[in-house]
Nanobody, 119 residues
Framework: QVQLVESGGGSVQAGGSLRLSCAAS????????MGWYRQAPGKQRELVAS???????NYTNSVKGRFTISRDNAKNTMFLQMNSLKPEDTAVYYC?????????????WGQGTQVTVSS
């Protein structure tokens, strides 16, 4: 069973930075599409950023130019560097790993880490 463990959340003031980490229990970071999702109170979970097996990255419009997703395959770890944080970035951030083929679907979630941005 694959486990994903997030860390790096916390409380910061607007304009500050945080770096989230997602450590995987097996060597899936280089194989799966890895992503960061977030869920604010009363809102649906949304995709923030993703990085594919071929290192293509994708960001939701609201974080473009502020957040950077990356990974270290050797350490089985994915990161999300968050700069210029805004109060609307406040949410629980979840790490996700997904592998979908025509025959199989594997998907794993971390437990989440809280990010709180104060104005």
């Amino acid at each position: 069973q694959v486990q994903l463990v997030e860390s790096g959340g916390g409380s910061v003031q607007a304009g500050g930075s945080l770096r989230l980490s997602c450590a995987a229990s097996s060597s899936i970071v280089s194989i799966y599409t890895m992503g960061w999702y977030r869920q604010a109170p009363g809102k649906q979970r949304e995709l923030v950023a993703s990085i594919s097996r071929s290192s293509n990255t994708n960001y939701t419009n609201s974080v473009k130019g502020r957040f950077t997703i990356s990974r270290d395959n050797a350490k089985n770890t994915m990161f999300l560097q968050m700069n210029s944080l805004k109060p609307e970035d406040t949410a629980v951030y979840y790490c996700n790993a997904k592998l979908v083929t025509s025959l199989l679907r594997y998907e794993y979630w971390g437990q989440g880490t809280q990010v709180t941005v104060s104005s």
